[in-house]
């Protein structure tokens, strides 16, 4: 059984421009959750895809969209990147919508310069 | 909004020493609670859950309590060893909800 595996581990942008990050959810998952991480602070829930559709959102704007796809992996896509965008993101897999069982990956760290 | 909040930011103990981490939330809807374990340069790991039928629940050298009377949460660490080291976040779910509120974290340095 394979965990939930993030890529890519590390990443430099520059404000304005637009970031990809991907995620591979874990094995049996059908749900994958995205949360950013400020430095020095929790995890914020940004926004969850289940069965490919949106199922939830927390408050962030509009630049920050998202794809699952047929196998359950999933994208975090940012525009327009701002200087308060830098921070490590964190996708969660889980089965059918549920935050109980929630497994975490290792993050990716986005620096926006 | 309603957020999950730590007593203290930081605890240090000494290896073999009991830990005790707090957590208060300020949401009566919240039905579900969680502790993690975040490692430098890792993702949250899952420690021990709670729901709120309950008021205490055992693992593996850790305890949950839950005091919905007072919204308080607390991890217990029984002989606490180096390897204990990180920061720990308690988070909760609000009934129907989809997402995790996370506290910001107490960080546990253990010496020997």
């Not at chain 1, 914020?44 to 959102?57: A, D, K, L, T, V």
Request: proline share 4%; with cysteine; hydrophobic share 30%.
């Amino acid at each position: 059984e394979t965990g939930v595996t993030q890529s890519p581990t590390h990443l430099i942008k520059t404000r304005g421009q637009q970031v990809t990050l991907r995620c591979s959810s874990q094995s049996g998952h059908n749900t994958v959750s995205w949360y950013q991480q400020a430095l020095g602070q929790g995890p914020q829930f940004i926004f969850q895809y289940y069965r490919e559709e949106e199922n939830g959102r927390g408050n962030f704007p509009p630049r920050f969209s998202g794809l699952q796809f047929p196998n359950y992996s999933s994208e975090l896509n940012v525009n327009a990147l701002e200087l308060d965008d830098s921070a490590l993101y964190l996708c969660a897999s889980s089965l059918d919508r549920v935050a109980y069982g929630y497994t975490f990956g290792s993050g990716t760290r986005l620096t926006v310069v | 909004g309603e957020s999950v909040g730590l007593h203290l930011p930081t605890l240090s103990v000494q290896e073999g020493d009991n830990s005790i981490i707090n957590c208060a939330y300020s949401n009566s809807a919240s039905d579900y609670f969680i502790w993690y374990k975040q490692e430098s340069g890792k993702g949250p790991q899952f420690i021990i859950d709670i729901r709120s039928n309950m008021d205490k629940r055992q693992g593996q050298r850790v305890t949950v309590l839950l005091n919905k009377t007072v919204k308080h949460l607390s991890l217990q660490i029984a002989a606490t060893q180096p390897g204990d080291s990180a920061v720990y976040f308690c988070a909760e779910k609000v009934e129907a909800g989809t997402a995790l509120i996370f506290g910001k974290g107490t960080t546990l340095s253990v010496s020997s």
